[in-house]
């Protein structure tokens, strides 16, 4: 039975922008880092001369804006708080409400063991791939977790103490990580076949023998981001036998729509489970064709959780939606 959750993650609040400019009828824009400088916001004239815009409040620390006033640039002069654009003029600084889900915070430096295993890819060449496992599973089933881009997860998402922590939750299992990174991103990221085979059929049982377990599938969870998660989705698609379920975060999922569909209708009746997260401030397509893949899903009946969150293509929210992803899969109810 497919279940599909569509909309913006729960607690996201809007923030407004005001501009007086006493000239009725002017074409009166909002354009931000958020996106890009490129996509600004329209505002309305709620009063003669004064323009109003809201937007769902971003996870991130700070934004820079300027409004477009018929076709000038100019900061909010409502706002002392300015920072260089870079070419000689000022941007607005405004300063967002945001935290930081306190389980990413500092895990017990002692619960955690670290390896490095050497493999031999499709080409023979060596990788190193770094897990991390608990010290003590305390009786608990083990669930493993494979990120894609698996540096960028320790350094910027705190990917350790996040299962760390979660691991000491009563409700939940143990978890060990496993970190993968591609030798070359775009060649085998971009729904490689090789890659997808190497990760499933060399670099899991290398990492089983590690932790000395026999991992079922349903306590595998691969994930990634941008490209990492379409190669994610890719490897779930190749191999659902060993990866039934499958995170993407603002997943590439714009490459090649046909061919994945081709490959899910060939999967039909699987009990596989996909989880698409897209940032609201992300490219206009790579929006559309998250929104498209998870609408597809459904229709062939998969289990997808579709989330949209107030953000952009950053660490801060994909960090941030961990613990929600971890508990979808795996939290005893």
């Known amino acids: 039975m497919a279940a599909l959750f569509s909309g913006v993650v729960a607690g996201a609040e809007t923030i407004n922008f005001q501009l007086n400019t006493g000239k009725r009828g002017q074409n009166v824009l909002l354009a931000s880092d958020i996106f890009r400088w490129q996509d600004a916001l329209p505002m309305k004239e709620t009063a003669p001369g004064q323009y109003s815009v809201s937007m769902v409040e971003p996870w991130l620390y700070r934004m820079e804006y300027k409004f477009i006033v018929d076709g000038h640039w100019i900061p909010d002069p409502g706002n002392s708080e300015l920072a260089s654009d870079g070419m000689g003029g000022w941007n607005s600084v405004r300063h967002v409400d945001f935290r930081e889900d306190p389980i990413l915070g500092a895990s017990d430096p002692g619960s955690f063991v670290r390896n490095e295993i050497t493999v031999r890819d499709w080409e023979g060449d060596s990788r190193i791939i770094k897990v ?3 010290r003590n599973t305390r009786g608990k089933r083990l669930v493993v977790v ?13 990917a350790e103490n996040l299962l760390a922590n979660l691991s000491k939750d009563p409700k939940m299992p143990a978890f060990a990580g496993v970190f993968l990174n591609a030798k070359d991103r775009d060649r085998e990221y971009y729904a490689n076949d090789d890659y997808a085979a ?28 941008s490209l990492g998660g379409l190669s994610s989705f890719y490897i779930t698609l190749k191999h659902p036998d060993v990866f039934p379920f499958v995170t993407s975060q603002s997943g590439s999922l714009w490459f090649e729509p046909s ?23 992300d490219e206009s397509d790579m929006v559309s064709s998250s929104r498209e893949m998870a609408r597809a899903l459904e229709g062939m009946g998969f289990d997808v959780i579709h989330t949209e969150f ?4 950053d660490w801060v929210p994909w960090r941030n939606l961990l613990q929600q992803t971890l508990r979808h899969f795996f939290e005893t109810r």
């Open 132 to 134: 991390v496992r608990p």
């Open 146 to 158: 494979y990120f894609n881009d698996g540096d960028g997860y320790l350094e910027y998402a705190n």
């Open 198 to 225: 190497f990760v499933a059929r060399t670099v899991v049982p290398a990492v089983e023998r590690t932790l000395n377990a026999k991992i079922q599938p349903t306590d595998r969870l691969i994930i990634g981001i």
């Open 259 to 281: 061919r994945m569909h081709r490959i899910l209708r060939k999967l039909s009746g699987r009990k596989l489970r996909f989880v698409i997260q897209m940032g609201l401030y």
């Open 310 to 313: 107030p953000g952009t293509h």
